[in-house]
Each structure stands twice: as structure tokens, then as C-alpha cells.
């Protein structure tokens, strides 16, 4: 029997709605969601490693109630009013920083 790649990466890849890492993320998010709720809004979210796509598949982007920043090593095309994409490493606190102070300026 052959062994492909692209037989492993099917079933893990997180834009897929129907993955297996996408179906645990949702069951996350409903708690997550769950905790912030009595939050007051506009909320900032700092999601250090998130992108577009995840924010995406929970109906988050484009919310005026929400506002996130992410920070990952390049920084993603800018795509919705309230996500903010900043291109660092979180391992050097100038980085960090930097992305705190953006996302709750």
C-alpha cells in the first residue's frame, strides 16, 4: 500500500469546516464563548497564532462588538473591518508588547 501525504493532511486541515481539528476547535470556542459572554462590549482579543480562517468559521469576522488582533511570524492580509493582523514573534516581549498595546490602545 502506498502512503500519501495528502491522505494525512485531509483530515487535519483547519479550513475545513468538517476536520477533525476544526470539530474539537468549535467544542473550544463554545466554551470559550460560554466565559466571555458577561464581558462588556466592544471586546479585544489579542489571539496570539490565530488567523482569519478561524475567526472566520465562528461567524466572528465582521462583528462591530469584537475587536481582535492577531500575531503571528508575517502578519495575514487584512480581509475584515475588526481583525488586525501584526507580523512578530511572541517569544521577544518587544513583540508582545508592541501587539498588547495595539490591540488595547
Excluded: Y
Amino acid at each position: 500500500m502506498e502512503f500519501s501525504i495528502p491522505i494525512i493532511r485531509r483530515p487535519a486541515d483547519s479550513e475545513d469546516p468538517n476536520s477533525l481539528p476544526n470539530k474539537f476547535g468549535t467544542q473550544r470556542f463554545r466554551l470559550f464563548e460560554a466565559l466571555i459572554a458577561p464581558l462588556p462590549r466592544p471586546l479585544r482579543i489579542l489571539d496570539v497564532g490565530g488567523t482569519n480562517v478561524f475567526w472566520e468559521q465562528r461567524d466572528w469576522a465582521g462583528r462591530a462588538d469584537i475587536q481582535l488582533v492577531t500575531l503571528n511570524l508575517t502578519a495575514e492580509e487584512q480581509r475584515h473591518e475588526n481583525i488586525q493582523s501584526l507580523a512578530g514573534d511572541a517569544r521577544i516581549w518587544s513583540n508582545l508588547t508592541t501587539a498588547l498595546r495595539r490591540c488595547f490602545q
